[in-house]
């Protein structure tokens, strides 16, 4: 399994990046993306996930109401579209993929990198916000 996160770049506070991940060579049929970010000392951040079996999304708080996240049309390739970028949202961002049941709902405990411990993850992709 390999997942292609990309997207990343240099944005002005205030503005707006649409991420990509791209997962291939799984045999999933339900399965949660999440997006992970982490700068330089710090642990790594769950920003957002979706749930396949149901659609279900979940946000970290710091992103609630400025982050989008949603599925592409072909299986595994999901989106995060960023708005109202903040000087704080400059990180390497990262996607992550684990399997879930077939009735499985996204919540906050999707965003914990524990959950994806020993799974597939991406390369990832900078972002950084600044004027």
């Known amino acids: 399994v390999q997942l292609q996160a990309s997207g990343g770049g240099l944005v002005q506070p205030g503005g707006s990046l649409i991420l990509s991940c791209d997962a291939s060579g799984f045999g999933l049929d339900y399965y949660a993306i999440g997006w992970f970010r982490q700068v330089p000392g710090k642990e790594r951040e769950g920003v957002s996930v979706i749930c396949s079996a149901d659609g279900s999304s979940s946000h970290a708080r710091s992103v609630k109401g400025r982050f989008t996240i949603s599925r592409g049309s072909s299986k595994g390739t999901e989106y995060l579209q960023m708005s109202n970028l903040e000087p704080e949202d400059t990180a390497v961002y990262y996607c992550?993929?684990?399997?879930?049941?077939?009735?499985?709902?996204?919540?906050?405990?999707?965003?914990?990198?524990?959950?994806?411990?020993?799974?597939?993850w991406g390369q990832g992709t900078l972002v950084t916000v600044s004027s």
């Open positions: 992550a993929m684990r399997p879930t049941t077939p009735v499985h709902h996204c919540t906050d405990s999707d965003l914990r990198e524990l959950e994806y411990q020993d799974q597939y």
